[in-house]
T-cell receptor, first 110, second 116 residues
Framework: SQQGEEDPQALSIQEGENATMNCSYK?????LQWYRQNSGRGLVHLIL?????REKHSGRLRVTLDTSKKSSSLLITASRAADTASYFC??????????FGGGTRLMVKP | DTGVSQDPRHKITKRGQNVTFRCDPI?????LYWYRQTLGQGPEFLTY????????KSRLLSDRFSAERPKGSFSTLEIQRTEQGDSAMYLC??????????????FGPGTRLTVL
């Protein structure tokens, strides 16, 4: 079973718009990570937020974490066509392995 | 390039054949992970090594699957008597397992297996 669930499953926006993806998880966590995957390729680590952090920024990415609601969001500002990819949240379980959600498939139209 | 590499990138095999995949982690990383990803889904954990010791195995890892990391560096994943349900992308990742809670994992490009 998957720990995280992303919402929405698919998102289509115009270049320049902001994209928001949400992730919910089930158990207590030490941190939550977001990854990007281009079609048919490996995953690229985007950002990690620790359980004692509420918000984190990296370039055009903004991640929030609400441990009381067991949820996180990833905001991509000023989206570009190159941001088209699948985005996954992941949480470490038993300290080591990552459990991924089903992903949000983002399409940014030029 | 000092990232995680996997070989081969694609493998097509007939049902019943054995296949072996290789993963070379980032050199200073002591932890290595294997995941499986089917189309439209997130990756699912298969197994994990710290140095040469295999410390965790998922229930997904049936007895047809075996993984090794003989010298604590590269790893191999073998699937015996492949079935069509084994068709998936097999992803390898590595990380530095120190005292930090970060546990960032760095993924390779994956090996896409197609079982005919």
């Amino acid at each position: 079973s998957q720990q995280g669930e992303e919402d929405p499953q698919a998102l289509s926006i115009q270049e320049g718009e902001n994209a928001t993806m949400n992730c919910s998880y089930k158990t207590s966590i030490n941190n939550l990570q977001w990854y990007r995957q281009n079609s048919g390729r490996g995953l690229v680590h985007l950002i990690l937020i620790r359980s004692n952090e509420r918000e984190k920024h990296s370039g055009r990415l903004r991640v929030t974490l609400d441990t009381s609601k067991k949820s996180s969001s990833l905001l991509i500002t000023a989206s570009r066509a190159a941001d088209t990819a699948s985005y996954f949240c992941a949480t470490p379980v038993a300290g080591n392995m990552l459990t991924f959600g089903g992903g949000t498939r983002l399409m940014v139209k030029p | 390039d000092t990232g995680v590499s996997q070989d081969p990138r694609h493998k097509i095999t007939k049902r019943g054949q054995n296949v072996t995949f290789r993963c070379d982690p980032i050199s200073e990383h002591n932890r290595l992970y294997w995941y499986r990803q089917t189309l439209g889904q997130g990756p699912e954990f298969l197994t994990y090594f710290q140095n040469e010791a295999q410390l965790e195995k998922s229930r997904l890892l049936s007895d047809r699957f075996s993984a090794e990391r003989p010298k604590g560096s590269f790893s191999t994943l073998e699937i015996q008597r492949t079935e069509q349900g084994d068709s998936a992308m097999y992803l390898c990742a590595s990380s530095w397992g120190g005292a930090s809670v970060r546990n960032e994992q760095f993924f390779g490009p994956g090996t896409r297996l197609t079982v005919l």
